[in-house]
C-alpha cells in the first residue's frame, strides 16, 4: 500500500477519517489536530470548516481502497 498520498484513516476516526488521516501523513497527533481544526473553525467566519471536511471528505480516498 502506497502511503505517499493522503487517506482517510480507517482506525483513526471520529466522523469520517479526514482529520485522522491527515495527522498520520504528517507524523502530527489526531487529537490536538482535531482541537485546533475545531477552534480554527469557531473563531473564524472566514474559514468554513464544515464545507472544508465535506470536500475532503469527497475527494480523499479511504485507506486501503
Given at each position: 500500500?502506497?502511503?505517499?498520498?493522503?487517506?482517510?484513516?480507517?482506525?483513526?476516526?471520529?466522523?469520517?477519517?479526514?482529520?485522522?488521516?491527515?495527522?498520520?501523513?504528517?507524523?502530527?497527533?489526531?487529537?490536538?489536530?482535531?482541537?485546533?481544526?475545531?477552534?480554527?473553525?469557531?473563531?473564524?467566519?472566514?474559514?468554513?470548516?464544515?464545507?472544508?471536511?465535506?470536500?475532503?471528505?469527497?475527494?480523499?480516498?479511504?485507506e486501503?481502497?
Open positions: 500500500m502506497a502511503t505517499t498520498g493522503l487517506f482517510r484513516s480507517r482506525h483513526d476516526r471520529m466522523i469520517a477519517g479526514v482529520i485522522g488521516g491527515i495527522a498520520r501523513h504528517y507524523g502530527w497527533n489526531s487529537t490536538l489536530l482535531r482541537v485546533i481544526y475545531v477552534l480554527v473553525s469557531v473563531m473564524s467566519a472566514a474559514f468554513p470548516g464544515i464545507l472544508v471536511y465535506l470536500i475532503a471528505w469527497l475527494v480523499m480516498p479511504e486501503g481502497s
